[in-house]
């Protein structure tokens, strides 16, 4: 999987990636029309449809992005049109930076502050290792710069309380986000900050497929009390 910071190929009529189509709905779905009520109330699911097609065209009437020397076409929304532009003019400062996992409706916004974080958590990495292991404690901060340089979005390794200093093998690490927000399918804006929120699956597999780079961490999801993990289990 990769991530696009912004609109892959044109959105319409029956035509749209799933990733593509879940951008323009989220966007819509946060910009209020002339009744004051979002311009798409239905779900974030990635999923080309007629009352989309018609979301769009009034979207374009509303704003005047219709006429013809612009060359944009009614009911489309292309990545270099006038209509995609005021689209994201017109959506909130909450929605700045959105991101879309490709293939999927899996939406997300990195964290403010990420580099900082980032910063301050590899060097304790590689100065102090991870529970007393210096070599894992590098390869982990290599993986954290690798997400950060990627998907710019900051995991973290909280050492279990009262681990050992030098751990048994198979040694699993837990995968924690930082500041990290993402769209539900109902067009909110969550947080990994807030209690009870799930990470999508799709989030964590594209720190799972980076991972895989490194031979000694073996990727392992789990759904646990209804909550998806992502853990690293590394064999030395």
């Known amino acids: 999987?990769?991530?696009?910071?912004?609109?892959?190929?044109?959105?319409?009529?029956?035509?749209?990636?799933?990733?593509?189509?879940?951008l323009v709905q989220a966007l819509l779905g946060q910009i209020d029309d002339p009744g004051n009520r979002p311009y798409w109330t239905g779900q974030v699911?990635?999923?080309?449809?007629?009352?989309?097609?018609?979301?769009?065209?009034?979207?374009?009437?509303?704003?005047?992005?219709?006429?013809?020397?612009?060359?944009?076409?009614?009911?489309?929304?292309?990545?270099?049109?006038?209509t995609f532009q005021c689209l994201r003019e017109a959506a909130p400062p909450a929605m700045a930076g959105l991101r879309a996992v490709?293939?999927?409706?899996?939406?997300?916004?990195?964290?403010?502050?990420?580099?900082?974080?980032?910063?301050?958590?590899?060097?304790?990495?590689?100065?102090?290792?991870?529970?007393?292991?210096?070599?894992?404690?590098?390869s982990l901060a290599v993986l954290a710069e690798r997400v950060f340089d990627?998907?710019?979005?900051?995991?973290?390794?909280?050492?279990p309380p009262g681990t050992r200093l030098q751990p048994a093998l198979p040694y699993r690490v837990k995968v924690h986000t930082h500041g990290l927000k993402w769209v539900t399918r109902d067009g909110r804006l969550t947080s990994s900050e807030i209690s009870g929120a799930l990470v999508p699956p799709s989030l964590l597999t594209l720190v799972s497929a980076e991972a895989c780079r490194f031979a000694e961490f073996v990727p392992e999801q789990f759904e646990i009390a209804g909550r998806h993990e992502l853990w690293l289990r590394h064999d030395g």
Do not use: K, N
């Open 1 to 22: 999987m990769s991530v696009i910071a912004c609109l892959d190929a044109p959105v319409g009529p029956g035509i749209g990636q799933p990733h593509d189509i879940a």
């Open 45 to 82: 699911d990635g999923r080309a449809c007629d009352e989309l097609a018609d979301v769009i065209s009034r979207f374009q009437e509303d704003f005047d992005l219709l006429e013809e020397s612009r060359g944009d076409i009614r009911a489309m929304i292309d990545p270099a049109s006038v």
């Open 102 to 138: 490709t293939g999927t409706a899996t939406l997300y916004i990195p964290p403010r502050g990420g580099t900082r974080v980032l910063r301050t958590m590899t060097a304790r990495l590689r100065t102090l290792g991870f529970a007393g292991d210096t070599a894992l404690g590098r």
């Open 150 to 159: 990627r998907h710019r979005f900051v995991i973290r390794f909280p050492v």
